[in-house]
């Protein structure tokens, strides 16, 4: 940290600053979110409402939670909901095999406690499941958080044989002093004088076995996690459970525009617990990305839960793939980040090597902050599996994506498209304010960076007063003036006091962001 990173106001601002570290190091004020010590699902197929609480919010304006629990036991089954507490919020989830992870962006600093949000869970099969909180990150870890697990209960379907002994009829024998013998209906012992013997004798003519089911359990179906990439052209299983003859493939493929739905494919073989279907050589691999449902329309059309995975080429089908960039592998899917990427630097003006399968006298597409780069041609000596082309000099610092296209450079021969930075990592090495500008230096500053700032709130509490609003716009507008220096104005609504800045690059992801960067530490001051 040098002195112009805390602005040259001698031994109070730096101790000031010092206070600060240790606040985001380790944060004065914490709340505690929590599930319920005990929720009970009404058997199989059944479902009910997990609260997620929280006992103080105030300052919150993101949450980013993960729930595990058992599988075999229960799942996600539904949207997840805001509750009082988390008012104003948008919530986001991705349901997977044993676990769930929500994320809520908040149009403004919460406050109070309560329930924060509730998460549809669905019965598999009688038993006990621990819910964990296995991640709680609150305003991006600058309010500490604590959690409190509990427990979901499937119960089981409780089948009552009711066997109801009955008298049908009920015989009755009446013998008198008199001589008289009747026969009546009831099981009531006449006496007509002290010498009247009553035996009566009831039996059961009939038994009628009534059996009540009191949870039906309704009909399931379940998607396993995808252990391996997609192959376009291909044949590809699935595994999971539920899967009934009308069951058909639902596939939703990330590219730059948006997600294109796939499908829905006819398995070409199928069992109870597995679909193999034909993956069409006409299905694009846009960002490398994809997400799976398996859908029943012999049930109701009842939808799986959502699995994701990446997609790659078939060779045979001349659709290229790129796996590795300069000896760096692609990273392994992430349902939180859908797209391929790499975590690797370009250098402009230096050549790089493009790894991966089916490439057939390809040319290179470089999308940059400023547009696309290519066509690229390779250098001499590359082979189907590796090749090697030059960044251009002129390459502007920041996001960066490739894309091989294969010949004739028509139809379906374009490869994921792979992210990776260009220029340097982002980084922050001073921070200065000089009336309501505040400017910060480091490296890696695109014209596409937006920041998080987080910083005091007039009326009290801690907000982000960066990031995205609902159109993607970036809430508080920065001149980069350079790769290595942004500024922008002390945004409205904050107060003076302790703030932290993070700088961050598309895709948004932990590896183009400035990060935990303890030089994004600043004092700000409102004038």
Known sequence: MTDRAICPQSRAARSVLAGLLVFLATPTWAATVSVPASTTVDGAGASAALSVAIDDAAGVEGVDLRLTFDPAVVRIAGAVAVGAAGSGCTPV?????????????????????????????????????????????LNEGAIACATSGGTVVVSAPTSTPSTTPTSTPTQTRTATATGTATMTPTATPTRTNTHTATPTVTRTATRTATATRTATPLPTVRLDAIASPITVGA?????????????????????????????????????????????????????????????NTDQGYIQSNPQSQLLRGAAAANIPTILAVNGVAVHAADP????????????????????????????????????????LSPLPGGSAASFQVTVPANA??????????????????????????????????????????????????????????????????????????????????????????????VPSGAATGPAYIMVLNPPYIPYSSSGSDPDGAFTMTVP
């Open 93 to 137: 989830a991705n349901a997977m095999t044993g676990e769930v992870r929500i994320g809520l962006a908040c149009e403004a600093a919460l406050g109070g406690g309560g329930e924060l949000l509730t998460v549809t869970v669905e019965g598999v099969a009688p038993g006990s499941s621990a819910v964990t909180i296995s991640r709680c990150d």
């Open 396 to 489: 502007p610092t920041g996001p960066g994506s490739f894309q091989v296209v294969n010949n004739p450079y028509t139809g379906n021969v374009l490869s994921n498209a792979v992210s990776v930075p260009i220029g340097a990592l982002l980084s922050i090495s001073a921070v200065a304010q000089n009336g309501t500008t505040i400017t910060v230096d480091g490296t890696g500053f695109s014209t596409l960076s937006v920041i998080n700032l987080f910083a005091q709130r007039s009326g009290g509490g801690v907000d982000n007063f960066g990031g995205l609003d609902a159109t993607g716009q970036a809430k508080v507008p920065l001149s980069v003036q350079s790769s290595t220096r942004l500024t922008f104005s």
């Open 235 to 295: 044949s590809h299983t699935l595994a999971g459970a539920g899967f009934t003859a009308g069951s058909v493939v639902k596939v939703f493929v990330a590219t730059s525009g948006g997600a294109v739905d796939q499908g829905p494919f006819t398995p070409t073989s199928r069992t109870a617990t597995t679909l193999t279907w034909q993956v069409p050589s006409s299905m694009p691999l846009g960002n490398g990305f994809a997400t799976v449902l398996v859908i």
């Open 336 to 375: 939180s980040t859908p797209l391929a990427y790499v975590e690797t630097v370009l250098t402009p003006g230096a050549a790089v090597t493009l790894a991966g399968s089916g490439f057939n006298a390809p040319l290179v597409n470089l999308f940059t902050a400023t547009g696309n780069l290519g066509p």
